[in-house]
């Protein structure tokens, strides 16, 4: 059967197949090629280390706890995007909501409540740890695509560091074909603009 | 807005001069037009950067933190006969039973076939009877229909019909022309409907 360099040989459908039939190896080895975009993905996307691992962990959890329901005849790079992807938006909206109000929790009803649960702006000290992540993270490139909006950022990764077709990242994404070029040449468009200066 | 040939380039045009598809028209347009030419390089830095991004990955112990989450299946196998050959050839006392089973099997089917050609004559000498038995129980079933049909009232009458020949004669053309007038009904009502086609020029 196939063991170690023999994986290499085998595409992700076959590898599929394997894991159905209980191998682990096969599991191992379907992590072993997604890990590396996938963080990428979501690390871009929520910029905070940590929290692309654990997203990227619950990735990798659903996706290989429900491999029966794969469907082999699409692309598995296509089906763990989305579920990153997914991942990752429902992250941002949910941080969206909660740092939404100024003022405080909507569900607070009374002022100290309110006061307590209000946003401190500029209170944020940044950490070491955000310190290496923005290093990590740096360059006027990395700042301009964290400046994007979420689905923008999604289909300019997709695009431009993963290396997907326009057809697979509308697959990925949900989105018509054409919703995700005009995405993507709005993107091109905020990301020229923003790395203008540099030219200067 | 247009310079020399044709409107400038679109994004999509763009997108296949940075894969190198382009085709001729738009790529002389391109040559002499200085502001889709700045915008080529633009897109062209743009792609630069976006390639040159650093490649990130997660920690080393990633996969082992996701499998500790994950419920392999046990794996499927096909059941082998290797288990219950052990079981049967464990100890003495088993393999003994499974050699008596086979020799009462053995035994069972050579007395059959033995016996079954020493009485071939006793084996035709039933046949026989049972063919007999089968045919006289057959003539008993058809003259017990027989009777009760001539016991029925209307039976008088019916053979009534059948007593000349020129009455056989006409109740047989009168079953004959009933039967002709059945397969003409059927095949009128089984017969494909045809449609009217109309021609050109008809």
Known sequence: ?200 | MTAGFGPHLTPDEFDAWLAAGLDSDRARHLEICLECQARADAERALDEQLAALQLLSPAPDFADRVMRHVAVPRPVTIPSMQPARRRFLATRRSVAFAASIAVLLVASMATSVIWTLGHQATLVSIGGWLLTQTGQAGWLAIQGVASNLIEQPWYGAFRSAFDSPGRIAAASALAAAAYLAGIYVLRRLLALPTQQVAHAGA
């Open chain 1, 1 to 200: 059967m196939a063991e170690g360099p023999e994986w290499a040989r085998l595409t992700d459908q076959e590898v599929v197949l394997l894991a159905r039939g209980g191998r682990e190896a096969a599991y191992r080895e379907l992590v072993r090629r997604y890990e590396r975009p996938v963080f990428a993905l979501l690390y871009r996307m929520v910029r905070d280390r940590e929290l692309a691992e654990d997203l990227a962990q619950e990735t990798f959890v659903k996706a290989l706890n429900a491999i029966d329901s794969y469907r082999p005849e699409f692309k598995f790079s296509s089906w763990i995007f989305k579920i990153a992807n997914n991942a990752a938006i429902d992250h941002l909206r949910r941080r969206e909501l909660d740092t939404l109000s100024l003022d405080g929790s909507p569900h607070a009803e009374t002022p100290e409540a309110m006061q307590a649960t209000a946003l401190q702006i500029g209170a944020r000290q940044e950490s070491p740890l955000d310190a290496v992540e923005a290093k990590e993270l740096g360059g006027a490139i990395e700042a301009a695509i964290g400046r994007l909006r979420p689905e923008y950022r999604s289909c300019i990764l997709l695009r431009h560091v993963e290396g997907r077709a326009y057809e697979e990242i509308a697959e990925i994404l949900d989105l018509p074909l054409g919703t995700v070029k005009t995405y993507i040449h709005r993107a091109r468009n905020e990301l020229r603009v923003a790395l203008a200066h540099l030219k200067e």
